[in-house]
């Protein structure tokens, strides 16, 4: 199967993505590596730890086609976050015993070959992983190397707040991931009732930002470039809150009294939960 649509291109950016990885790990003293991150119970080098996870198994589970771990049974999403997450912890706990300069020399060496391999694939072709938090069964390539780059820029910019060294919070990086997180707002909306026509208009502020528009048709909630009518409820939320927010470091009611909402509240605050990761 071969689909023509292809919304969105981030091939181009793995690449300068791991680039900048690797130049900022060589650039860390040994308590920044230490540093806590947003991401909970994680260290600054429990992160990249991570990341080298996600290189490893992406070259060996998508590339080679070399599955060495059975899946357990799963009975839903929230059996496959679960087991997602213990395959990441016991990652993380292994890998305790590496330094941080083999960290940075593994991911040096596996990034390129990543990369390679996502920007040699047919994005119209249908993906090895279909991607979950968008509700999607299948997915296609676009979609999954989207996924993907958003999972790289995210825990990367982890790396870079806890250790207070920005370069990737900008139009060229985040861009396509905010395009990449809203295609999960029709499935976060799935099981909200409006009449049909209604508008929810959400905006993250700043250049690197925009504002994306959520339409109510007959077969759902659907993301519309040009809506039809004015909004019933508008969200604004500021930039450096919304990839906390949409990768679930922050939950809404730690960031209420940032958050500009107008119009139907219940709307607005269903724009809130929206998680575009696998949590």
Sequence with gaps: MNHTD???DTRH??????????????????????RPTVAKAWKVKDVASHLLDGSLRTLSMQRDRY???????????????????????????ATQR???????????LTGPMVSDYYVGLNLGQEAIFSVAWAGED?????????R???EKWHHQQQIREAVGQPGILNQEFYLPVLQTFFLALPHTFRQVEAPLGTV??????????????????????????QPEQEASAKVEIPLDVSWKLFTKSL?????????????????????LEMVSVMA
């Design 6 to 8: 292809i919304p969105l």
């Design 13 to 34: 950016l793995f690449h300068p993505l791991d680039h900048k990885l690797v130049e900022l790990l060589r650039t860390l003293s040994p308590e920044d590596w230490q």
């Design 67 to 93: 599955f060495g771990e059975a899946m357990p049974p799963i009975e839903g999403y929230l059996d496959l976050v679960a087991w997602l997450n213990q395959l990441n912890a016991d990652w993380v706990e």
């Design 98 to 108: 590496l330094s941080p300069q083999v960290l940075t020399l593994l991911l040096e």
């Design 138 to 146: 299948t997915s296609y390539n676009w979609m999954h190397v989207a």
């Design 148 to 150: 993907e780059y958003t």
């Design 200 to 225: 929810v208009s959400a905006t993250i502020s700043a250049e690197a930002g925009g504002t994306w528009h959520l339409t109510k048709q007959e077969k759902g909630w659907v993301l519309t470039e």
């Design 251 to 271: 939950r809404p009611h730690d960031v209420e009294d940032q958050i500009l909402k107008t119009g139907d509240t219940r709307l607005a605050q269903q724009v």
